[in-house]
């Protein structure tokens, strides 16, 4: 639909968004009332943008930004910008694949299952060419994306300081 070359199944994958989509709806609003069923789309979509938040935010929220004038091979631009959070499989299913975000990057189209499996590979290959591998854990990552959006949002300030104090004292 939107590219120059025809995709094969184009309109059957089309047709099985919109009865997904149309029909999460209808059936919606057929089992609840309305105000009930506005409510509980509400609070569907707001609890998802949550939980995708929550599975995005610990692989980039932190790590280093490349200057645009600045030149870096592909390899090095997906690992430096990118952290993977160790996990299980429990993990793994939770946050979608999402954990190996590094492996996603240099391998977009790689299935979710062989994500972990190629992390161990491409692990190694970053140790023997001296490119940093980064890899934390689930509530390190997260500490780490709090503490990079109170000093980004703060602005280096103490998130105690209260500003009205610190005006009196100076005037």
Known sequence: ???REPLRRRPVEIAFLAVRIIGFLVLVFLVLSPGIAFAFLGVQLG???VYLGMSF???HKGMPLV???????????????SRNVRGNWLLDAA???LNYQIEHHLFPSMPRPHLREASVMIAAYC?????PYTETGLVQSYGIVVRY???VGLGERDPFECPLLQQ???G
Request: aromatic residues 8%; charged residues 25%.
């Open 168 to 170: 009196r004292q100076i």
């Open 149 to 151: 959006i109170n000093r």
């Open 95 to 97: 946050m979608g694949g």
């Open 57 to 59: 935010a610990p692989n």
């Open 47 to 49: 609890l998802f943008g």
């Open 1 to 3: 639909m939107f590219l």
């Open 127 to 131: 140790r023997e060419h001296g490119v």
């Open 67 to 81: 200057p645009a004038d600045v030149k870096v091979d592909f390899l090095r631009r997906q690992v430096l910008m």
